[in-house]
């Protein structure tokens, strides 16, 4: 027979009552170590940053989805059009009629992980943790 199941669940409980305070601020920390790392051009990908919400068990940091492609990159490619005769589009004040462009791709440019360790390490406390574990007994 195994002992200690209920002291076991209240000490999980405890904790779990300290990271929806902690979650709130590395998820907002997070926020602010991205933006700035965040290619500029029109800065609707770094308007779109921000912190979705902040539960007892997860908080998360959302954005526009082209910041996967920046973060993670892109290997060169052909788009060719799926539901039209061709692709058009305006270079230059001049508009393109064509068949398939070829991508040239881009290299990544990894910001997410970075950002998220570098809050993670300023706002996680762990003697708060270690605080809550004992009394939770």
Do not use: C
């Not at 490619?77 to 991508?103: E, Q, S």
């Not at 040239?104 to 706002?123: H, I, L, T």
Request: no cysteine.
């Amino acid at each position: 027979m195994i002992t200690g199941g209920a002291a076991l669940r209240s000490r999980m409980k405890s904790v779990g009552g300290v990271f929806k305070p902690m979650g709130r601020l590395w998820a907002d920390r997070t926020v602010q170590h991205m933006k700035p790392r965040v290619p500029y051009r029109t800065g609707n990908l770094r308007g779109s940053i921000r912190r979705r919400n902040a539960t007892q068990k997860r908080a998360t940091v959302v954005g526009h989805y082209s910041a996967f492609f920046i973060d993670a990159g892109v290997k060169a490619h052909t788009i060719t059009p799926k539901r039209a005769p061709g692709l058009v589009f305006k270079v230059d004040g001049r508009t393109i009629f064509t068949k398939k462009v070829n991508h040239r791709g881009f290299k990544a440019r990894p910001f997410r992980a970075r950002s998220a360790g570098e809050a993670r390490d300023e706002v996680v406390n762990k003697d708060a943790l270690v605080k809550a574990w004992n009394e939770g007994a």
